[in-house]
């Protein structure tokens, strides 16, 4: 994919910098801003049109989290992926749980970043299997989150529980429609038929509820 617009939110120049430096004009990607605070994001979409939001976590005034959720809650929003130092910031969870549709280590190496930019814009999640499950673990799920995550799923097909299962496994479409024995457009139909029923942002959000409903 080309053409993606990506807005850098870090409260750390020297960060800013570096990002934009690594991702404008690479693979037709544009940086067309860069904030310092998530309270200037909903004016720097106001201002540019975005595909792409690169969020950091903890900002002074309104933190990446916060302001992960306000983007998500706008219409069309964009794609949000979180910036981390650590794989095992705990705020990395719940940023997913708030929308966003993956998460990068900042010292993620050029090739890579400019990769993973390109794959959240087209729709696929940025998702390290290993440091994913390292979060979901770390999270309390319990008896009522699990009940409440399987009275959701409840409103399911048995084909769409399967598929929002694989979601929740990290699998892409190609690899569920191999486990699945269907066609990717079929998967890609089920996947959009969860997130609507489920009232849900993205794949990240199913893969999360799946983990609740201990469907993986």
């Known amino acids: 994919m080309s053409g993606v617009r990506v807005l ?21 990607i544009r940086v067309v801003g ?18 792409v939001v690169l969020m950091d976590l903890r900002m002074p005034r ?18 949000v992926v979180v910036l981390t130092t650590f794989d095992a910031d705990e705020g990395v969870l719940r940023a997913l749980r708030a929308g966003a549709g993956g ?15 390109l794959k959240v814009a087209a729709g696929e999640p940025i998702l ?23 009275a959701a799923l409840a409103v399911l097909s048995d084909r769409e529980r399967e598929v929002a299962a694989a979601v929740g496994r990290g699998a892409s479409n190609g690899e569920i429609a191999t486990e699945l024995h269907m066609g990717v457009a079929t998967v890609k139909a089920h996947v959009s038929s969860v997130l609507l029923k489920l009232g849900l ?6 893969a999360l509820l799946a983990h609740d409903a201990e469907l993986t």
């Open 8 to 28: 850098v939110v870090d409260d750390d120049a020297l960060v800013r910098s570096a990002l934009t430096m690594m991702l404008d004009g690479a693979n037709g």
């Open 34 to 51: 860069e904030v310092a605070d998530g309270a200037d994001v909903p004016a720097a979409l106001d201002a540019h049109a975005v595909d």
């Open 62 to 79: 309104v933190d990446g989290i916060t302001a992960t959720a306000r983007v998500r809650a706008r219409t069309d929003p964009p794609e």
């Open 103 to 117: 998460f990068l280590l900042k010292d993620t190496p050029p090739a890579e970043l400019v990769a993973a930019v």
């Open 128 to 150: 390290s299997p290993r440091i994913t499950r390292r979060l979901m673990d770390r999270a309390a799920t319990g008896s009522d989150a699990r009940a409440r995550a399987r």
């Open 201 to 206: 942002g993205n794949r990240t959000q199913i």
